[in-house]
C-alpha cells in the first residue's frame, strides 16, 4: 500500500503538481443531462430538432459542439448567437441535472481520491475541461465536488483544450502556485482527446476509462497510465510522484 514518505518531505515540497481534471466521464457522468440541454436550446431559439444527435461530445469543448451544431443546422454563427446559445443552455441544464439518466453520478473512486489529495501540500487540484465555466460549476456543486478544485481552465477560455493547460497555468499562478516544468502537471481525462491534450503540453496524464473508451483505447492513444476507475489509485500515486 502506498505511503507518503514524510522523511522526503523537503525535497517534495520543492516540486509542486498541479492536478487537472476533466469533468465528463472522469468526475462525473451527468446521465445525459448536457446533451438534451443543448437539444431543448436549439429547439428553443432556432426551431431546429435534435441538432446534436450524431455529433461527437467526448474530450471537445463546448464551443467545438455548438459550432459543428451551427454548421451543421445552417445557422451563422455571431458573438450575440453565441451568447444567446450560452445563456439558454445554463437554463435548461440547471432543469436536465435534476432528471434521472443513464449512469448518472460520481465515478468510482473519485470522492475518495479528491479527499485524499486535497489534504496534500505539495498538490493543487484543478479543472481541465471543455465545459464551460458556469455549466462546470452548476455540474460540481450537484454532485457535491466544487469545493475540492482550487483553479481550472474551462471550455470558455478557449475553443480548443490543448490551448487550455496554459490558461490553467496562469490561473494556478494568480493562487501562487509556480509551475516550474510541464511534468509538475497532472491532466486526468476519459478521452483520446485528454490524451493528446496531456502529450502536447508534455505534462503527465492518467486516463481512466469511466467514460466512452476502455483501457486499451486509452493506451493505443498514448496514455501513461491509463485505469479501469480511480478506484485503482496506487499507479496512480505512482506516476504522481514520479519526477
Ligand atoms: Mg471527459
Known amino acids: 500500500m502506498w505511503q507518503p514518505d514524510e522523511s522526503n518531505e523537503c ?22 443531462a448536457g446533451l438534451r440541454a443543448l437539444n431543448k436550446t436549439f429547439h428553443e431559439l432556432f426551431q431546429v430538432q435534435d441538432a446534436f444527435t450524431g455529433i461527437t461530445t467526448a474530450g471537445r469543448t463546448d464551443g467545438e459542439i455548438i ?3 451551427l ?7 455571431t458573438e450575440a ?6 445563456r439558454r443552455y445554463e437554463g435548461r441544464f440547471t432543469e436536465e441535472i435534476q432528471l434521472p439518466g443513464p449512469r448518472k453520478g460520481i465515478m468510482p473512486g473519485v470522492e475518495d481520491l479528491l479527499k485524499f489529495l486535497s489534504v496534500r501540500r505539495n498538490v493543487t487540484l484543478g479543472l481541465l475541461t471543455g465545459n464551460f465555466q458556469s455549466t462546470a460549476k ?6 457535491g ?10 471550455g470558455s477560455d478557449a475553443l480548443h483544450r490543448n490551448a487550455l493547460v496554459d490558461i490553467a497555468k496562469q490561473r494556478a499562478k494568480l493562487l501562487g502556485i509556480e509551475i516550474l516544468s510541464a511534468r509538475d502537471i497532472l491532466i486526468v481525462g476519459d478521452t483520446p482527446l ?25 493506451e493505443k492513444a498514448g496514455a501513461e497510465i491509463a485505469l ?6 496506487q499507479p496512480f500515486l505512482e506516476l504522481l510522484e514520479e519526477p
Do not use: N, P, W
Not at 452548476?138 to 454532485?143: N, R, V, W
Not at 485528454?194 to 486499451?216: E, H, I, L, N, Y
Open 11 to 32: 525535497s517534495r515540497r520543492m516540486s509542486h503538481t498541479l492536478l487537472l481534471f476533466d469533468i465528463d466521464g472522469t468526475l462525473i457522468l451527468s446521465g445525459g
Open 145 to 154: 465536488l466544487s469545493h475540492y478544485f482550487l483553479c481550472g481552465a474551462y
Open 81 to 86: 448567437v453565441l451568447v444567446e446559445i450560452q
Open 67 to 69: 459550432d459543428e451544431a
Open 71 to 77: 454548421r451543421k443546422s445552417q445557422i451563422t454563427s
Open 138 to 143: 452548476i455540474k460540481l456543486d450537484y454532485f
Open 194 to 218: 485528454d490524451v493528446a491534450c496531456a502529450r502536447a503540453a508534455g505534462s503527465k496524464m492518467a486516463a481512466v476509462a469511466t467514460g466512452q473508451f476502455d483501457v486499451v483505447a486509452l
Open 228 to 233: 479501469e476507475d480511480l478506484r485503482d489509485r
